[in-house]
T-cell receptor, first 110, second 117 residues
């Protein structure tokens, strides 16, 4: 499975957009990019996923570069409740195994 | 939609006893369920993958005789920690997926915190 690289932490201002980068330079053509977040002492929450095209849902937007070697998760208007560890994961098309890395610890500040 | 529950949410047991944790998909049929473990300040580690009606596939280093997994229906999987010891204390999290490929999203349960005295 392709590995991902994320910054270990970042601070965001409440009400502003939060842009979370992820590098996955060894991604294969049939591998999906998934984003989850984990709030302290809870199970991970699914946010969004994509293959090639940019995706948007009620929680966030996912921007994938044309070469698919990196992506950015955008939280359009960060709130204090968005404080969590965000995981960018590349999921193999066969077997559906998620390998969690260290993620990015996001702190939304008032 | 896509709700996964776990029971119990926390459990304390004595060393040497066995503990069963249930994972249920409430609003979809889960062909595949996964069990993860998370130690404090660490990331989730996949323990095993189970497909309904089949034996579970364990990750390297996970003892299959210690962590018994049953996936008898499309909505229920159980993890039994046998002869639990203090080092088994951890946060156990399940996930469920409607299919077994990368395009099938895994939805996670809220987790079960196990403390072995």
């Amino acid at each position: 499975d392709a590995k991902t690289t994320q910054p270990p932490s970042m601070d965001c201002a409440e009400g502003r957009a939060a842009n979370l980068p992820c590098n996955h330079s060894t991604i294969s053509g049939n591998e999906y990019v998934y984003w989850y977040r984990q709030i302290h002492s809870q199970g991970p929450q699914y946010i969004i996923h994509g293959l090639k095209n940019n995706e948007t849902n009620e929680m966030a937007s996912l921007i994938i570069t044309e070469d698919r070697k990196s992506s950015t998760l955008i939280l359009p208007h960060a709130t204090l409740r968005d404080t969590a560890v965000y995981y960018c994961i590349v999921n193999t098309a066969a077997g559906n195994k998620l390998t969690f890395g260290g993620g990015t610890r996001v702190l939304v500040k008032p | 939609g896509a709700v996964v529950s776990q029971h119990p949410s926390w459990v304390i047991c004595k060393s040497g006893t066995s503990v069963k944790i249930e994972c249920r998909s409430l609003d979809f049929q889960a062909t595949t369920m996964f069990w993860y473990r998370q130690f404090p300040k660490q990331s989730l580690m996949l323990m095993a993958t189970s497909n309904e009606g089949s034996k579970a596939t364990y990750e390297q280093g996970v003892e299959k005789d210690k962590f018994l997994i049953n996936h008898a229906s499309l909505t229920l999987s159980t993890l039994t920690v046998t002869s639990a010891h203090p080092e088994d204390s951890s946060f156990y999290i399940c996930s469920a997926s409607a299919g077994g490929s990368g395009k099938d999203t895994q939805y996670f349960g809220p987790g079960t915190r196990l403390t072995v005295l």
